[in-house]
């Protein structure tokens, strides 16, 4: 079994069922969950968005509210102030240039205020279903690790490097599956080593990536 093989059987065994863990109802709704994402955990996404959501009903109301209202609806979250005004100004661009909706097209999002290109990749791939592999903190850490891409290499580069030695099926699940992996076994800090199954393809503790 080749080294692909043995990764996506790894992963199939440790989370089969792996997906975005964000809760979300509409389309904009999982936009601005991933927005609010970035330096944050989605545990601390999931305790502020029903009440969001539940506050600003629709793109609309988020257009009309007083910045101050969106601030103080998710100041729990990192950089709460400019991801309120991101997420304002998101609403009133997708309202005046979309329609309303979010749109399967990825260089439109990424004009949109605060979300690049992960995000993008992320909201195209569980909306519309589209293969894609987006590059977080946690998918960097652990393509780096299983020796998958360079220390130095950018988010896009490992991008590339991930969409060209895996087969196009399996991007999307990969994804999350990775996620998952860096986000409750390759921590970090404190990776759990002992008994890993990917402990022989692992470049850890010999190249420190956090």
């Not at 299983?146 to 030695?165: C, H, I, Y």
Request: glycine fraction near 4%.
């Amino acid at each position: 079994m080749g080294k692909v093989d043995t990764l996506l059987s790894v992963f199939d065994a440790m989370y089969p069922d792996a997906e975005t863990e964000l809760t979300y109802h509409k389309d904009y709704e999982l936009l601005i969950a991933v927005l609010l994402s970035a330096q944050a955990t989605d545990v601390s996404v999931n305790k502020v968005t029903p009440d969001l959501f539940k506050q600003f009903p629709s793109l609309e109301s988020i257009k009309e509210a007083p910045l101050k209202d969106i601030e103080s609806a998710i100041k729990t979250i990192g950089l709460y102030k400019s991801k309120a005004k991101n997420l304002q100004l998101t609403a009133i661009q997708l309202l005046e240039k979309a329609g309303g909706k979010v749109p399967n097209d990825l260089d439109f999002l990424q004009t949109l205020p605060g979300v690049g290109r992960k995000t993008a990749n992320v909201v195209v791939s569980v909306l519309f279903n589209e293969p894609r592999i987006a590059v977080d903190t946690h998918v960097s850490r652990v393509s780096k690790r299983l020796k998958l891409a360079f220390k130095k290499d950018s988010p896009l580069k490992v991008e590339e490097k991930l969409m060209r030695k895996f087969p196009k099926e399996h991007w999307t699940k990969l994804h999350h599956q990775m996620i998952f992996f860096g986000r409750y076994h390759c921590k970090a800090q404190a990776p759990k080593c002992d008994g890993c199954p990917l402990k022989s393809e692992c470049r850890y503790p010999h190249i420190k990536v956090t």
